[in-house]
């Protein structure tokens, strides 16, 4: 099926299942005129309509939390201990370049796509040049992106809780983000910061309500570690989500993530502020103490997204985990067998997660007015037949390999894992030669290494 064909200025869409606000759909349509979806309904109500049997469309997958400057770090992980942003994260991002950062954006944002995802989270301490090369990677792939801006509160010593920069300074980036995002539909700005780790809480106040006026996200790691919420307790004595509330941080216009370790009290915190979290399985798995109490966020109305924390770029994977690790840690304790039914990690991977991470009434969930943000999906694979519970079906049994097509914005960005309008090619080469350099920045200190150290020899 040649999808460059299909999709034109006015598509109708006819799939054999359509995943909508109200769930799934057989028998409708999906019109959509430019960047936005203009009809849904009957397939019945349309004409001059192009029929996708055997395929599904559904929203967009968000990944709600995501460092595109790690991307080639990532292999570094295995077997290491937690607190990894110390010993590996920070020292090799620090001292990246425009053209690294570049490299590194795209090669993120191509494996992101492949994976479903049409929307990208950045979670960075970036100043202009670095974003320069976000900017320019996330345009050439079409990919939606919430750039990351940072307050260079790291430039001293990491974790004491006392940036360097001035409050004139911090505002001066953050308004100076704010309008080197202005001019690009699929890039909004967002400001990030360390909570009590990088920031004293008045800076957090000030910063939280300058963002709020802004309209614009606040991305901040919370309740993630047990060294963090030692450190709280001990330097505040309150634990990290109640030490953000006392001081007025939380609210709607902000991002928590990961949320692992938040205590009952915390969660009525988030509930009370209209906070939204980012719910990270594979990052708990691979790197974490904890696995979020996801499914308790979902019974208390509390918005968030599925994110994969620099693991894999993979949404299926980040689906499938999503559900994995709350029935492993939260249902199989209490014979809670449905643990979510699905549709609630379904939803978290896209819609939900849309709007959580700041796009409520502009994209994610297939619907009229909406930006046409989706995928088109190959039912046709045996382990998705046969087909008998859509969503079911979608956390457990879809791959990567299975998308025909990712659309953002109204166009079409990747058709069968390949990308549309650049060489993979070329970014291939250069990435890998600039990877070298990255990776081997001279701070990096692997506490487990190489898995064959372990290997037992003959």
Not at 342 to 363: I, K, L, P, S
Request: proline letters at 5%; glycine letters at 10%.
């Amino acid at each position: 099926m040649n999808f460059e064909n299909i999709f034109k200025e006015r598509t109708v869409l006819a799939p054999e299942v359509l995943l909508t606000p109200d769930g799934v759909k057989r028998g409708w349509a999906l019109q959509f005129e430019g960047s936005k979806i203009s009809r849904i309904g009957p397939v019945s109500e349309f004409s001059d309509v192009t029929t996708l049997p055997g395929r599904a469309i559904i929203p967009g997958m968000v990944d709600a939390h995501t460092h595109v400057g790690q991307i080639f770090g990532k292999a570094l992980i295995g077997g290491e201990p937690a607190q990894i942003w110390r010993r590996i994260w920070h020292p090799m991002e620090r001292d990246m370049d425009e053209m690294q950062s570049y490299l590194s954006a795209k090669w993120a944002f191509w494996e992101a796509m492949r994976g479903g995802f049409t929307k990208v989270v950045n979670y960075g301490l970036n100043g202009f040049e670095k974003n320069e090369g976000v900017h320019r990677a996330a345009l050439e792939t079409g990919v939606r992106l919430v750039s990351a801006c940072g307050l260079d509160e790291f430039s001293g010593d990491i974790g004491t809780g006392h940036g360097m920069a001035s409050w004139d300074q911090i505002e001066a980036v953050v308004l100076a983000h704010i309008d080197h995002c202005a001019d690009h539909e699929t890039i909004s700005p967002s400001v990030c910061c360390s909570s009590f780790m990088g920031n004293t809480p008045e800076t957090l106040a000030k910063l939280s309500e300058l963002c709020a006026e802004k309209g614009i996200l606040l991305q901040i790691h919370s309740n993630e570690h047990y060294p963090e919420v030692h450190e709280c307790i001990l330097r505040h004595g309150m634990r990290p989500t109640e030490l953000l509330h006392k001081h007025g941080v939380l609210g709607p216009h902000v991002l928590l993530h990961h949320t692992t370790l938040v205590s009952e009290p915390e969660i009525e915190l988030i509930v009370k502020t209209d906070t939204a979290t980012s719910y990270n399985p594979l990052a708990s798995v691979w790197k974490g103490n904890a696995v979020a109490p996801a499914l308790r966020f979902a019974q208390r109305g509390v918005r968030f997204g599925v994110g994969s924390d620099t693991t894999s770029a993979d949404g299926f994977k980040n689906l499938m985990a999503a559900e994995a690790c709350q029935r492993i840690e939260h249902g199989l304790p209490v014979a809670d067998f449905s643990c979510g039914a699905a549709w609630t990690w379904v939803d978290a991977a896209t819609t939900q997660g849309a709007v959580a991470t700041g796009g409520a009434g502009d994209h994610g969930p297939l619907a009229i007015g909406m930006k046409a943000d989706f995928l088109v999906l190959d039912m046709m694979q045996p382990e998705c037949l046969p087909s008998h519970d859509f969503e079911w079906e979608l956390v457990r049994y879809y791959n990567r390999d299975q998308v025909d097509a990712l659309v953002v914005d109204g166009r079409l960005c990747m058709a069968q894992g390949r990308p549309v309008g650049w060489d993979a090619g070329d970014l291939r080469e250069a990435g890998l030669e600039a990877a070298k350099a990255i990776t081997s920045a001279p701070d990096i200190q692997r506490c487990h290494g190489p898995s064959d150290l372990y290997r037992t020899k003959s």
